[in-house]
């Protein structure tokens, strides 16, 4: 069964450095995001991506924050400057054009700053 | 106030036992979807029941939708030890523009005790 794949499974990083979370999401699909969970809250959504440009984000996708479709596969998160606050774990997922939104996810990369 | 609220935070029971869910909302929603998380993983999609209608069945799973309470349930029936987990309930639509982000609620830890 097709599924979304997320590299590295755990990236540990100092404080200031830049961080590149990577997604491969469904080949077909055509709408992708990124959602973050800090440990024991509440998962929250980040960004959305479609047609090659974000279509939404949050209050958190502050300028630290950018999404790329370099390729016709992979779907990346850049953090510029990493922040303490920026622990969490990281879940991509993706969708295609017509399953009523259903979202499909990644088993996430947990990014752990020091 | 934050959209999507499940409670109980936490259910314990036996295995055989139901086990329900519930979950509100705040604003108007497209579809209201649950969806499970296994310790450290990914999220996986179980069910949606769109704004338009009351009662959804899958296999062992039971929702309903009240979009006058503006709340949902989720009934997990004859439970196993394998549905140990903490489930979601999220939202989309409304006024929130045709990019389908996800609002996750805070979850529910299901444990199954064997």
Known sequence: EPEVTQTPSHQVT????????????????LYFYWYRQILGQKVEFLVSFYNNEISEKSEIFDD???????????????????????????FCASRDRVSKNIQYFGAGTRLSVL | SQQGEEDPQALSIQEGEN????????????????????????????????????????????????????????????????DTASYFCATDGGSGGSNYKLTFGKGTLLTVNP
């Open chain 1, 14 to 29: 100092q404080m200031g450095q830049e961080v590149i979370l990577r997604c491969v999401p469904i080949s077909n699909h």
């Open chain 1, 64 to 90: 630290q924050f950018s999404v790329e479709r370099p390729d016709g596969s992979n779907f990346t998160l850049k953090i510029r400057s990493t922040k303490l606050e920026d622990s969490a774990m990281y």
């Open chain 2, 19 to 82: 086990a329900t869910m519930n979950c509100s909302y705040k604003t108007s929603i497209n579809n209201l979807q649950w969806y499970r998380q296994n310790s450290g993983r990914g999220l996986v999609h179980l069910i949606l029941i769109r704004s338009n209608e009351r009662e959804k069945h899958s296999g062992r799973l039971r929702v309903t939708l009240d979009t006058s309470k503006k709340s949902s349930s989720l009934l997990i029936t004859a439970s196993r030890a394998a």
